[in-house]
């Protein structure tokens, strides 16, 4: 197998958001494992305390790049994607994988595809999200102008047909790619995965309790309405008055605080990693109910994939790739049944026995396919050049 040198283009830095943290170090990672040289070159706008700071991370060079002076602004950002792209350039690739079309990362891929004179390395742009309109950009909790929607609509069309493969984690989003003009047989569907050693049989418990009837949400909610969380949980109560529900995570605009105050909720916002997985052992089960929404159904979570791992068995709704993920470590309600959900719920609840047999078949399924050493011969087909499986077939 001949060794590579694979510089990734980090979409943001890798605390506050999931991408960079969940998807792009740890694939970076899995490909150093197989003896690839590989270095990691982040904007850090959103964590400014590591700029110009830099580390190595089992095998990886995790670079963050030094941040422009001055106010955040748009020619702030052009200044940083351009910052981006020369110190990954000074880096000498054979290969630039770029995560998200959108943002610093989306720019410096743009810099890449245009770059006249010598050997260029190969481009590889990466879509985890539905970024144009329908998707990100119809989110009110994102805040965008018209004038960003504009021009992020814009950067998904360009870096989505600007490239020599693609990698997206849905088969949704490969179907998008398409539309916007990618190559279908250069589209690889690169699902997000976790680490090996977190398929684990044995987790520690949350706060030294067992939880015989806790019920875990574990969401920012990007794809999650409280609303609809509090319908549900509303109707689980009324059938079973002992359920409790833990909330782990925090919306952009504080949406947890709207379930602080319904019976049995327990709101503990972010944790930290080794708190995170006390509370999914404290977890009888999880809920995920994403709404029906052309985000959602272009997503691949690794949340779901964490809790699969960790052999929580999962209730949800039917959308997008969630039809398909769990398998028979989830349980799947039409899309806006609430009450069918609730009743899902509380079933599952009643039922250790099927509880067991679920969380078995979660981590059997991410052992198989889930792991980044198993995913990451999906991306070294989209850096080599080999065809898609859909085109094979």
């Known amino acids: 197998m001949r060794r590579m040198r694979i510089a990734f283009l980090a979409p943001f830095g890798l605390r506050a958001k999931g991408t960079a943290r969940a998807r792009t170090l740890p694939l970076a990672r899995a490909l150093a494992r197989r003896g690839h040289t590989v270095a990691v070159f982040i904007p850090p706008y959103d964590s400014p305390e590591d700029a110009g700071h830099k580390w190595r991370d089992e095998g990886v060079e995790v670079v963050n790049i030094a941040l422009p002076p001055g106010p955040q602004s748009a020619p702030w950002h052009w200044l940083l994607a351009w910052q981006l792209y020369i110190t990954a350039a000074r880096w000498r690739p054979e290969v630039v994988h770029a995560f998200k079309p959108k943002g610093p990362s989306g720019l410096a891929a743009a810099l890449w595809w245009t770059r006249r004179g010598g050997a260029r390395p190969r481009l590889v742009v990466d879509s985890d999200d539905w970024e144009g309109f329908g998707g990100w950009n119809d989110n009110p909790a994102t805040g965008y102008s018209i004038g960003q929607k504009r021009f992020f609509a814009w950067q998904e069309k360009y870096g989505l047909s600007h490239a020599d493969a693609w990698t997206v984690t849905s088969h949704c989003l490969a179907e998008r790619a398409t539309s916007l003009g990618a190559l279908p047989g250069n589209i690889q569907t690169l699902h997000n995965g976790v680490e090996a050693a977190r398929v684990t049989g044995v987790l520690p418990t949350f706060d030294g309790q067992e939880g015989r009837n806790d019920v875990l949400l574990y969401t920012r909610f990007a794809g999650v309405r409280p609303d609809d969380v509090a319908t549900i949980w509303r109707a689980a109560r009324e059938l079973e008055p002992g359920a409790r529900l833990l909330v782990v995570g925090k919306g952009a605009n504080g949406e947890e605080r709207e379930l602080a105050e319904l019976p049995g909720v327990k709101v503990v916002g972010w944790l930290e990693p080794e708190q995170i997985r006390a509370a999914f052992g404290r977890a009888a089960l999880a809920i995920a109910p994403w709404a029906d929404t052309a985000a959602n159904r272009a997503r691949h979570s690794a949340k779901i ?37 609730a009743r899902a719920v509380v079933d599952l609840l009643r039922d250790p026995a099927r509880r067991a047999r679920m969380s078995g078949a979660g981590r059997g399924l991410v052992r198989e396919g889930f792991t980044w050493d198993a995913l990451v011969e999906v991306a070294l087909s989209a850096y080599r050049g080999e065809p898609s499986e859909s085109a094979k077939e």
């Open 305 to 341: 994939v964490e809790l699969m791992a960790a052999g929580v068995p999962l209730v949800a709704y039917r959308v997008g790739e969630m039809t398909v993920t769990p398998g028979e470590a989830g349980a799947l309600v039409e899309p806006g049944d609430a009450a069918a959900f």
